[in-house]
């Protein structure tokens, strides 16, 4: 089975006309196409950065309020002044884009605008005619270091889609490049609370660069929204690279590439890898990777009977639990059920409670302490030891023989 069209979509400045952009992505989902959607407000930039690193073969804007000219032939300047030419720009704006407009941007390089009166079934035809074929697509030498990786990713993903499945390489990373698994239930907050942990990694380290894989749900073959984006803020930002996957039908929360093109991120100098699973039941145990050092799992204060608990079987493999959202009323009784139930286990974890959505939230810099202290305890180690353990010893073994201390 051929892999789904990828688009991305978003909207420059909103005014109150979401109800496009809305309508838009889900009749493409509908219609077998991956949609990763980047929201409201969203700057050129931000859009041409998104739409190299999740590759997609075209970017659509829904522009309601003026100054579509403009916004859109800068979208199209910005990804050929990146060296991309293969990722297209089209898209509407009812009744405030004329006729005039569209031959003066599609002049400028702009694919194609829908008018007010198109029916959902035309563009979405269109949207396959065009976008549906067309050569494989490379990178050139010299292309941006984010192209190559994204196409990397998509040359992945796509044999997967094909049934030509990768043959997995032994896991391995790049000595000092920590990967860290978020999981948890839907609606807990991992997305937030990921894009505040990486407004704190960036700021504690000016140089540190952070990869994010990030899943939404998926059937094998039909579309999807890749809607985590739209929620990111902070990682809208040139030393993180964000790379979105449908699960394409495997269950569990991640995908059946997600391993290798993890490895692939692993390796490739990035001093954080965040994993996030999609919203997870009782039975998942997402990371079975020997490349995840760290597991967090996310949850909600509201889970239900204390009995609950029993049968949430990350909470027995989970190496920091976060209750987010603690702000509410039972996070006090969550706390003291879930710090109960994680005693049971004999092993060593740790309990911290969140307000991901609350700027600078002391709870989200505990665990971003937690986090690098981790990092930067096994890098000392690991200085310390003789140069040839001390190359083999990944960051890894460095924490484990801190744990055995
Ligand atoms: C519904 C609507 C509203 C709703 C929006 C509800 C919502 N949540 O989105 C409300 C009532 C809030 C509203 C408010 C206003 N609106 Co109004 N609104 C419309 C209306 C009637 C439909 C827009 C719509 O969403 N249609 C559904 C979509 C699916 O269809 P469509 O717009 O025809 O788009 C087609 C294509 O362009 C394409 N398309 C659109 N986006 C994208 C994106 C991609 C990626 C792709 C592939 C295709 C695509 O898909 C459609 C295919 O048929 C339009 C008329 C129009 N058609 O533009 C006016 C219109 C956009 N509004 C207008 C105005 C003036 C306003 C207000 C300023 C009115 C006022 N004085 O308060 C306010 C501004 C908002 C604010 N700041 O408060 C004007 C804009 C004039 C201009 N040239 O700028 C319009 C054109 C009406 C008019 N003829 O005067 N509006």
Same mark, same amino acid.
């Given at each position: ?9 978003a909207? #420059?400045?909103c ?8 309508? *838009?992505?889900? =009749?493409? *989902?509908?219609?077998?196409? =991956?949609?990763v959607?980047? !929201? ?12 190299i690193? @999740? ?6 804007i ?11 032939? =800068?979208?199209?300047?910005?990804l050929r002044k990146?060296?991309?030419?293969? *990722? ?17 941007m599609?002049?400028r !390089? ?16 269109w949207?396959? %005619?065009?976008y ?11 292309? #941006?270091?984010?192209?190559?990786l994204?196409?990397?990713?998509t ?17 391995k ?9 978020f999981?948890?239930p839907?609606g ?9 942990l990486?407004?704190?990694?960036l ?13 939404d749900?998926?059937?094998? !073959? =039909?579309?999807?929204l890749?809607?985590?984006r ?16 449908a699960?394409?039908g ?5 995908s #059946? ?5 993890? &490895?692939?991120?692993a ?8 994993? %996030?699973?999609v919203?997870?039941?009782?039975e ?9 050092? &760290?597991?967090?799992?996310? /949850?909600?204060p ?11 079987? /990350? ?7 976060v ?5 509410q ?9 879930? @710090?109960?139930r ?17 700027h ?23 200085? @310390? /030891? #003789? ?9 890894r %073994?460095g ?7």
């Amino acid at each position: 089975m051929a892999a789904p069209i990828r688009v991305l979509t978003a909207v #420059p400045i909103c005014d109150g006309h979401d109800s496009a952009i809305n309508t *838009i992505n889900l =009749e493409f *989902i509908r219609h077998g196409i =991956e949609v990763v959607y980047l !929201g409201y407000h969203r700057y050129a930039q931000d859009i041409v950065r998104a739409a190299i690193q @999740e590759d997609v073969r075209a970017v659509g804007i829904s522009s309601y309020n003026g100054g579509h000219v403009e916004f859109f032939v =800068e979208v199209v300047k910005q990804l050929r002044k990146r060296g991309v030419d293969d *990722i297209a720009v089209f898209g509407g704006g009812g009744g405030t884009i004329t006729h005039d407009d569209q031959r003066v941007m599609q002049k400028r !390089g702009v694919d194609k605008i829908f008018f007010a009166g198109t029916s959902l079934t035309d563009m979405v035809g269109w949207v396959h %005619e065009r976008y549906g074929k067309g050569p494989k697509r490379g990178s050139r030498d010299g292309a #941006p270091v984010d192209m190559q990786l994204a196409r990397k990713l998509t040359q992945i993903e796509d044999a997967y889609a094909n049934g030509k499945a990768l043959r997995k390489l032994a896991a391995k990373k790049s000595s000092g490049t920590r990967v860290i698994g978020f999981t948890g239930p839907g609606g807990a907050g991992k997305t937030t609370l990921i894009d505040e942990l990486v407004l704190r990694l960036l700021h504690r380290d000016d140089t540190s660069r952070i990869a994010i894989l990030s899943h939404d749900p998926s059937v094998v !073959g =039909e579309g999807a929204l890749l809607g985590d984006r739209a929620t990111m803020i902070n990682s809208q930002h040139d030393r993180v690279f964000m790379r979105s996957m449908a699960t394409r039908g495997q269950a569990g929360g991640l995908s #059946p590439a997600t391993e290798d093109c993890l &490895q692939l991120l692993a390796n490739s100098g990035f001093d954080y890898v965040i994993i %996030e699973t999609v919203g997870t039941g009782q039975e998942a145990m997402p990371f079975q990777s020997k490349l995840v050092d &760290q597991t967090v799992l996310v /949850m909600n204060p509201d889970y239900g009977a204390r009995l609950q608990l029993q049968k949430i079987v /990350m909470l027995d493999l989970a190496d920091i639990v976060v209750v987010n959202k603690s702000d509410q009323e039972r996070a006090k009784t969550a706390m003291s059920e879930i @710090e109960r139930r994680l005693q049971g286990n004999s092993r060593e974890q740790q309990l911290l409670s969140t307000v991901a959505k609350r700027h600078r939230d002391s709870g989200v810099d505990e665990l971003c302490d937690l986090l690098t202290q981790v990092k930067s305890s096994a890098a000392v180690k690991a200085a @310390e /030891m #003789p140069v040839n353990q001390g190359q083999k010893g990944s960051a890894r %073994e460095g924490r484990a023989r801190l744990r055995r201390a």
